[in-house]
């Protein structure tokens, strides 16, 4: 069922709505009184409320409303939601508290809201929310203080007092919204159901959420990245910590997720992420208000040298880079500027600069063909009063159509130019390097919107092996797997050491001379995953020394670990050294399997560079979680070290995405280490987690 009715209501109802002032029933039914379409206050204990009739009960209505929003205690509301979808109102609002969010009876009531919605189809918010907006619909269903002012940015909050706090702050700002919605505890329709509609919405340029957990991890990513590509999405993730993640829990009752997960559901589907409240907004105007950049180049004009240095820095940290003038435009500057003034990028048309001067090297700048996107920088200087440069830059902005933002240095002496900025949709600043991120930000969603997103590929892999083994374990009991199930990383096309497993010390060495090379022996033991620490590998064995070693090595564990279990030991050829890689996986409650690349070995626990992507992965995004760590210039070759063969790392990436996503009853796994060459790549050890539930 589709959210029209929902967001763009005609007829409304307000279950619970109060005469009684200090009662939200009462700012309810203030709120929605303005309402433009037909509202009917609903309560059994009166007539009229403020001379608007009051009826009894849902059914007593004149008409099936597009929505009914519910104010009143938890148990009664589940009687009028169900009341509600036997009239066939089938938009619900329930701002009542006292569901999952309170305790174990309280989500008890929440299960059976869910069951009453599944059974007559029914579009809920909340419960234990704020309510919501629609100012196309000129609708606040919502006990804030203040409303909404009409914009462009569709907002989703999981907190209630979150949304308060914004609408208020908005107010201050001049900023406005097309939708306003308060998710609460998400029991039937989440942020994920929003997406769609809100960039299908045309008033709505930009989709903006604080978010505390995601109810439907893969559904996110599938709808999120349809959506980015004609409408941006900007998200603060809260409960990112652990001291953050309890309080989540305890907040609406959901669980917060590992942020690594999060992060990496992000970037793949390309959703732009915030830190904090102040990075959100400046997201979200930024993105409403500017048009897209089509490159990384910036231009920065400034009156004020510092402030020039200050963009400069902060060109380069978030990921830009400053513009090289055209000939032409740095022969133009040379023309009027004074000596001293720099007319290479960033441009100083120094302290002492009328109007004038600052314009033409602005428009300058700005036209230039290099230039993608402009700073502009002023310091509080005599010549040039605020007032006027805003004026000046609003005109600018508005010939060249390029992404353009302002740091006004300055404090009461730029309040009523900051006015003029607003009007013209140019975001204004203290801080250069704030102006800078929001052009950064500006460039991230454009090179978003230009992704091409390829869908994974069907891999040959021999399912059905993997299938037979994991069948093993379950039988066995067993949840831990170890090197001697290599042939789960054979069967998905994955190179793996020559060897074996032997079950007695004579096993081993008939195993050594097939091999007819030095070897490697491995303890294969579930309780024991740490062999070098205990004594559980022998390395450059021949084979004529590997019985003996064999026997050697079961007694020393065996004296050592009287009670591990020893299910044999793992015979391989000894490989030459390489460059030592970790892949990894581990399943998430929200997304799923996330694999992990990085350095391996011994390393990944001193050196911890990892990088994370949610599976299953295509090339690219193989590709691009391999090419995503600080160390990848090593696997190219650097300082005459020889490289590796990325290709192959990127496909070994791939390949053990793809296994994971293929059997959920892997929750963990390790390929520690993988060892990559100039020639290829070979996986020498291997630990596998099981879950049978």
Known sequence: MGLEGLLYPKSVALIGASPKKGKLGNVLFKNMSTFPGRFYPVNPNYEEIEGVRCYSNISSLPEVVDLAVVIIPADPALEVIEECGRAGVRNVVVITAGFKESGPEGAEREQRLVEIARKYGLNVIGPNCLGLISTKAGLNATFAVRGALPGNIAFLSQSGAFCTSVLDWAWKEKLGFSHFVSLGNKAVLNESHFLKPFAEDPDTKVIVAYLEGIADGEAFIRIAREVVKTTPIVVLKA?????????????????????????????????????????????????????????????????????????????????????????????????????????????????????????????????????????????????????????????????????????????????????????????????????????????????????????????????????????????????????????????????????????????????????????????????????????????????????????????????????AQIDGLLVQRQLPPGQELIVGAVRDPQFGPLVMFGFGGIFVEILREVAFAVAPLSPDEARELVESIRGYGLLRGARGRKGVAVDAVVEAVERISHLVYDFPEIVELDVNPLLAYPEGVVAVDLRVTLSWE
């Not at 700073?375 to 600018?396: E, H, Q």
């Not at 190179?495 to 032997?502: E, F, R």
């Not at 070098?532 to 050697?552: D, H, Q, Y």
Request: glycine residues 8%.
């Open 239 to 563: 409960g990112r910590t652990e001291a953050g993640a309890r309080a989540v829990s305890s907040h609406t009752g959901t669980l917060a997720g590992s942020n690594v997960a999060y992060e990496a559901a992000f970037r793949k589907c390309g959703v732009i992420t915030a830190r904090n409240v102040e990075e959100l907004f400046d997201y979200a105007y930024v993105l409403a208000k500017q048009p897209f950049p089509g490159g990384r180049r910036v231009g920065v004009v400034t009156n004020a040298g510092g402030a020039g240095v200050m963009a400069s820095d902060a060109v380069e940290e978030y990921g830009l880079e400053l513009a090289r003038f055209s000939e032409e435009t740095t022969k133009k500057l040379a023309d009027f500027l004074p000596p001293a003034a720099n007319i290479y990028n960033p441009v100083d048309v120094l302290g002492d600069a009328h109007p004038d001067r600052y314009e033409r090297a602005l428009g300058l700048v700005i036209n230039d063909p290099n230039v993608d996107m402009v700073v502009a920088l002023t310091a509080p200087a005599p010549l040039i009063p605020f007032g006027v440069l805003s004026r000046i830059v609003a005109a600018a902005k508005e010939k060249a159509e390029k992404p353009l933002t302002v740091s006004f240095m300055a404090g009461e002496l730029g309040e009523e130019a900051e006015e003029t900025l607003r009007e013209a949709g140019i975001p204004s600043y203290f801080d250069p390097a704030r102006a800078v991120r929001a052009l950064a930000v500006l460039h991230r969603y454009a090179e978003v919107r230009k992704k091409e997103w390829k869908e994974p590929r069907r891999l040959e892999v021999d399912r059905s092996k993997v299938q037979e083994l994991l069948a093993r374990a379950k039988r066995q009991g067993r949840t831990q797997l170890g090197v001697e199930a290599m042939d789960i990383l054979t069967a998905y096309g994955i190179p793996t050491a020559p060897g074996g497993l032997a079950r007695t010390p004579k096993e081993a060495g008939e195993i050594a001379k097939a091999i007819g090379d030095e070897v490697v022996l491995k303890l294969v033991s579930p309780e024991l995953t740490h062999k070098t620490e205990v004594g559980g590998v022998m390395l450059g064995l021949r084979p004529e020394e590997v019985e003996t070693a064999a026997e050697e090595m079961r007694t020393r564990i065996a004296s050592r670990f009287p009670r």
